[in-house]
Nanobody, 123 residues
Framework: QVQLRESGGGLVQAGGSLRLSCAAS????????MGWFRQAPGKEREFVAA????????YYADSVKGRFTISRDNAKSTVYLQMHSLKPEDTAVYYC????????????????WGQGTQVTVSS
């Protein structure tokens, strides 16, 4: 059974930092591209960042470029999202997701999803 388990969310002041983690089990992690998405109340789920399974390709939403960094540790079957300079508009539930190659930005292309972790940025 595939499980993606996010952690690291919380409440932080604007300008602060958080690091999200997503531990995967039940799949061959190295075969999958990984993505982070977020969904704010009343809004659609949106792409945040993605990382390919092996060649290091990285994609970022324009809204987070220069502030967020996605990385992965295949030995630990874990993907990370380091977030700096957080803004109130970053407040959302953050989800990690997995898909087979190629790397992508569309939620519908991702097959496995975690339960999400809440990130709240206060002004």
């Amino acid at each position: 059974q595939v499980q993606l388990r996010e952690s690291g969310g919380g409440l932080v002041q604007a300008g602060g930092s958080l690091r999200l983690s997503c531990a995967a089990s039940g799949l061959t992690f190295g075969y999958y591209s990984m993505g982070w998405f977020r969904q704010a109340p009343g809004k659609e789920r949106e792409f945040v960042a993605a990382i390919s399974r092996s060649d290091g390709s990285l994609y970022y939403a324009d809204s987070v470029k220069g502030r967020f960094t996605i990385s992965r540790d295949n030995a630990k079957s874990t993907v990370y999202l380091q977030m700096h300079s957080l803004k109130p508009e970053d407040t959302a539930v953050y989800y990690c997701a997995a898909k087979r190659q190629p790397i992508g930005t569309r939620p519908n292309d991702y097959y496995y999803w975690g339960q999400g972790t809440q990130v709240t940025v206060s002004s």
